[in-house]
């Protein structure tokens, strides 16, 4: 594509080291290439991150697929629970089952109070949905009892408890009614264990007990407020949903956790493709550079380009000249900010705890991000389309200055010399 004579003007001009103030912009253009693409990976990866963690914590939590009941409970759950699994589209997709008796309380300990949210569940399945990324501290899962509970460690710590002391609960769900008006639900029931999730929202505003407890609490009888479905692949919600649909009688309603967290879906999405856009002007910016540099190259190298000119070196020559050397910028510019970012992005939070230890400010507060720690996924698509990106910018950057040189007449430019 370049010959030898091509290749060998192109990388003298561009490791001129008496090019003046046009090296100085050569040199920004690199590092600002380099800058946008490492930012751009950085920023891009810790987004993949946060998008893919905080989904998987609240649809893992909640379920990929909901049934609820316009009455607030379902009476007959263990009937419908066994008429899903007789489906044969929700057979193969759902990977689990779970009853959920659900209701919002204030808790109290120790002069302390916080909201949380009360959810009755199977231990057994309690501890199916806790296998990855959660620690659980105290009594194992499947040894908790009636009339014990398990809660987040966060809210455990607000509340000052320990395990085997005892949190009172209150709720307005199943109010006792009195002369003098209802009086709210009041119950206590021992913590013996405590999770962390690494999502603040879940480790301090929820509290598990066993599904039996859950319902003499929450005084629905033999109800559930919800059913959770877990479905092998969480992005194939619709067939099941729409079997479900036709399945269930009438006053059964079915969403899915698309459905669910929409406008939280929508936000991260609109909120990670207005960084790109506006990370993307720092290699704009940089390829306008590139831009400069090459115009100042072309005026500062119109007597090389004439004599070159006259000894038959062609237009079309002159113009993959001075494209290489300003294109050789992007890419050298896209590999070591492809390097730097790719570094970043693995190490970010270890980077982040340096930072936070160095001004002793929390740089990422919990109960602000929903996360305990910094996440980052690195997707090699993305990484590649970066820097493609970036090379591409800083091609189109040499056209102009390219043109310019091959349209120089080497006859005026010599005789003014």
């Given at each position: 594509?370049?010959?030898?004579?091509?290749?060998?003007?192109?990388?003298?001009?561009?490791?001129?080291?008496?090019?003046?103030?046009?090296?100085?912009?050569?040199?920004?253009?690199?590092?600002?290439?380099?800058?946008?693409?490492?930012?751009?990976?950085?920023?891009?990866?810790?987004?993949?991150?946060?998008?893919?963690?905080?989904?998987?914590?609240?649809?893992?939590?909640?379920?990929?697929?909901?049934?609820?009941?316009?009455?607030?409970?379902?009476?007959?759950?263990?009937?419908?629970?066994?008429?899903?699994?007789?489906?044969?589209?929700?057979?193969?997709?759902?990977?689990?089952?779970?009853?959920?008796?659900?209701?919002?309380?204030?808790?109290?300990?120790?002069?302390?109070?916080?909201?949380?949210?009360?959810?009755?569940?199977?231990?057994?399945?309690?501890?199916?949905?806790?296998?990855?990324?959660?620690?659980?501290?105290?009594?194992?899962?499947?040894?908790?009892?009636?009339?014990?509970?398990?809660?987040?460690?966060?809210?455990?710590?607000?509340?000052?408890?320990?395990?085997?002391?005892?949190?009172?609960?209150?709720?307005?769900?199943?109010?006792?009614?009195?002369?003098?008006?209802?009086?709210?639900?009041?119950?206590?029931?021992?913590?013996?264990?405590?999770?962390?999730?690494?999502?603040?929202?879940?480790?301090?505003?929820?509290?598990?007990?066993?599904?039996?407890?859950?319902?003499?609490?929450?005084?629905?009888?033999?109800?559930?407020?919800?059913?959770?479905?877990?479905?092998?692949?969480?992005?194939?919600?619709?067939?099941?949903?729409?079997?479900?649909?036709?399945?269930?009688?009438e006053g059964f309603v079915v969403r899915d956790w698309r459905d669910l967290n929409r406008g939280f879906v929508g936000a991260l999405q609109v909120e990670?493709?207005?960084?790109?856009?506006?990370?993307?002007?720092?290699?704009?910016?940089?390829?306008?550079?590139?831009?400069?540099?090459?115009?100042?190259?072309?005026?500062?190298?119109?007597?090389?380009?004439?004599?070159?000119?006259?000894?038959?070196?062609?237009?079309?020559?002159?113009?993959?000249?001075?494209?290489?050397?300003?294109?050789?910028?992007?890419?050298?510019?896209?590999?070591?900010?492809?390097?730097?970012?790719?570094?970043?992005?693995?190490?970010?939070?270890?980077?982040?705890?340096?930072?936070?230890?160095?001004?002793?400010?929390d740089l990422f507060p919990a109960e602000l991000y929903y996360l305990s720690e910094l996440p980052s996924k690195l997707v090699p698509s993305t990484v590649?389309?970066?820097?493609?990106?970036?090379?591409?910018?800083?091609?189109?950057?040499?056209?102009?200055?390219?043109?310019?040189?091959?349209?120089?007449?080497?006859?005026?430019?010599?005789?003014?010399?």
């Open positions: 594509m370049f010959s030898r004579l091509e290749r060998k003007i192109a990388f003298r001009y561009l490791s001129a080291k008496k090019r003046g103030f046009g090296s100085v912009i050569s040199w920004v253009s690199l590092i600002g290439i380099t800058l946008g693409v490492a930012t751009l990976i950085v920023v891009m990866s810790v987004m993949g991150g946060f998008h893919d963690t905080l989904l998987s914590r609240i649809v893992g939590m909640n379920g990929h697929v909901v049934v609820y009941h316009q009455d607030g409970a379902i009476a007959d759950y263990d009937f419908l629970i066994d008429k899903m699994k007789q489906n044969k589209i929700v057979s193969a997709n759902a990977v689990g089952i779970v009853p959920i008796a659900e209701g919002q309380v204030m808790a109290t300990a120790n002069g302390n109070n916080t909201g949380a949210m009360v959810r009755g569940i199977r231990m057994s399945d309690l501890a199916a949905k806790t296998t990855t990324g959660t620690k659980i501290y105290g009594k194992p899962l499947d040894k908790i009892t009636d009339g014990e509970l398990v809660a987040g460690a966060s809210l455990t710590r607000a509340l000052r408890v320990g395990m085997g002391d005892k949190i009172s609960l209150v709720s307005a769900n199943g109010a006792t009614p009195t002369p003098f008006g209802s009086m709210p639900r009041i119950m206590a029931y021992p913590v013996m264990s405590s999770f962390f999730m690494g999502m603040y929202e879940y480790d301090s505003g929820y509290i598990f007990m066993p599904l039996e407890t859950a319902q003499k609490y929450l005084n629905i009888g033999d109800a559930v407020t919800h059913i959770d479905l877990f479905l092998k692949d969480p992005e194939d919600t619709e067939a099941v949903r729409d079997s479900l649909s036709r399945l269930l009688p990670s493709n207005v960084m790109f856009l506006i990370l993307m002007l720092i290699v704009i910016v940089a390829a306008f550079n590139i831009v400069s540099s090459l115009v100042m190259l072309v005026k500062d190298k119109s007597k090389d380009i004439a004599v070159l000119r006259t000894f038959g070196v062609s237009r079309r020559s002159m113009m993959k000249i001075f494209i290489l050397s300003g294109t050789s910028i992007g890419i050298i510019g896209a590999f070591f900010g492809t390097v730097f970012g790719v570094l970043i992005a693995i190490y970010i939070e270890p980077i982040r705890q340096f930072f936070q230890w160095a001004t002793g400010r590649v389309g970066i820097a493609i990106l970036a090379i591409a910018l800083s091609f189109l950057a040499t056209l102009y200055p390219a043109w310019k040189a091959a349209s120089t007449d080497p006859v005026d430019v010599l005789r003014n010399e």
